[in-house]
């Protein structure tokens, strides 16, 4: 085979179809199939980056065959394609309906030899949606309506006019940079690296979509603008690992508004895509874990299927489920374990439903094991020791008051059979309570009162003071007395003039708290993040 007497200058990451595209043309020949058998080079073959065609070409054109071959997807069977140093799935490519940069066109154009434009391999990939040259969104181009010409990128793009390039900061293409990175350079280190390219990108943009445009975006709506945003914002947590991807979903989940809805409304686009997913195993590795996290953090019912398995037992319980167990497991009424919730001394799981919640086994049953690890076996009961109810009534406080200062100060119980024994046999000295009761209340606050004042209760007073919203002081200096949590009075009213949790706000407006944390979440108001079993705080000069 000769080098022809016309020959075009081969661009750096051209595939080889662009390079024969502009080479027929340079010769006369208005169509690269019409050119392929010509010359003797099977165009199919030459689509499919088949090695023998691609040095045919590389010889007739004056190129090295090498950097063609590099930069033109080749088919390796299978539904696989090499790209550079990648191995691809095919549904990481985007073949047919060609995209460009305009900016790219436009210089080819006022280069006499390139005239006609080019086409670059990685314009290919579904997940490139820049230029990385110019940094500006490549533009559909139209379709000539059948397949022969779809690489035939000289006539794909007679009388193309190139639009205003929109051009996208670098900061937003962290995830195609990595790509095309990868691509041209190989495989990084780390987790993410690790995964298979289609599931790393997929994984990335559909996960990012959730978080930028919510769970009830269409799919097939999306923007390649957005999907940029998209896939930079899924990357951006998926680097950091599987944990990182789990703790996003409990993120959005806290965060999201206060009703009934499952894992697959909640995570509606996201879920449903990697349920679409069933037939790859490629992506277990993603799906096993979010399966895991549904199983853990929402009232799925034994059987029920959750991405293609059955949920082996209900982990989570919803109210009607949780009446049993409770009953079960302490020994109280679901009317008792309500209240004890309320005061934020039994959890609830993050997903609950309005007016009612869910209940975690596990958060059941540790509750009960740290009342009775305060149970002494053999203690000899004393004189006052009462019920917690009894107590409650004895003490003019509530049941969880009761319940919270025993927690608080680590009062002693007592009870006939203290390992087995429920939330009703236990009892607690009446004069044990009144005594811890003393703390000057002008400047410092038990963890009880602080939630009194601020409407909530003591598990998120502990929040808010391990996130530093509000301050503990230490008033004792006796060691009997350094084991309490005492907070900064002045820095719960502090905390009260700039803030008013969901309730508050709620009764104030005469609203439903469902729906106003919708509203206001559909606003862009989002409350403290100071963990998702709490009660929501917001800043006020949010929600004015
Ligand atoms: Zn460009």
Redesign the pocket.
Known sequence: MKRLPLRVTCIPGETAASFASRLARRNGVRRLVTFCSDVGIDYSQLMNGAPAEIERLATLGGADHRILQFWSPRLMGDGWFELGCAHLKFTCLQRTNARV?P??ISEARQQRERASGIHLGLWQLESIRT?H??G?LLEPLVSLGHGRDAFDIVRLLEGYLPPQPTYVDENERHLETWLAGRIGTGRGSGWFDDLPIHVATQTAENLGALMILGADAKRSEISARDWLRAGNAGYAVMRNGLDAILATLREIQSLTPIDARLHRHRFGLFYNWLRDRDEDPAFDIIRDSVREYIWSNFPVTEGSIILGVPTPEQRVHTPATAATRAGEILGMTLATLRLLRAQGLISHAPACPKGASYFDEGEVTGFLKKLNSLAKPGAKTPEDAVPFREAALQCQTSLAEVVACVLDNHLPLFASAPTEARFGDLSVSIRAIRQTTTIPADEALSLGEASLRLKTDTRTIRALLECGHIDHILPFSDAKHRRWRVVCARSVEHFRTNHVSLTELADSRNRDAANLSKELYRYGVRPLRIGDKCQRFFRWCDVI
């Open positions: 940069c900016v790219c230029c040259l110019h500006c």
